[in-house]
């Protein structure tokens, strides 16, 4: 089993910057996909951006060009950096870990952000 604990989400002025971590804690499958999720009210849940095992990052249209995610196998934590924030960027966000040996998904309990214009 696979815990996930995201940190840093909060409040932000549209414009501004906001970093979350995520810690993966219990048995880790070796080869996975860590990735970032976010729903806000109303809305499905969608992806934001993912980095697979090799370090390559893939990211929704929405984010692409103002959040960066990275991962650090060293300390289990994946990060999204998110820049020139936007208020259609306040959700809850959602950490996951995607195993690639069993296509089973991991996720954490959520952090909400908050961006005010």
């Keep these: 089993q696979v815990q996930l ?12 910057s906001l970093r979350l971590s995520c810690a993966a804690s219990g048995y880790i499958p070796t080869f ?19 980095v697979d095992h090799n370090g390559t990052p893939t990211y929704s249209d929405s984010v692409k060009g103002r959040f960066s995610i990275s991962r650090s196998d060293a300390e289990n934590t994946v990060y999204l950096q998110m820049d020139s924030l936007e208020s259609e960027d306040t959700a809850v966000y959602y950490c996951s870990l995607r195993s690639l040996s069993n296509d089973e998904i991991f996720w954490g309990p959520g952090t909400q952000v908050t961006v005010s214009s």
Aim: glycine share 22%; charged share 15%.
């Design 32 to 50: 996975n996909t860590l990735g970032w999720y976010r729903q806000a009210p109303g809305n499905q849940r969608e992806m934001v951006a993912f």
């Design 5 to 16: 604990v995201e940190h840093g989400g909060g409040l932000a002025e549209a414009g501004g």
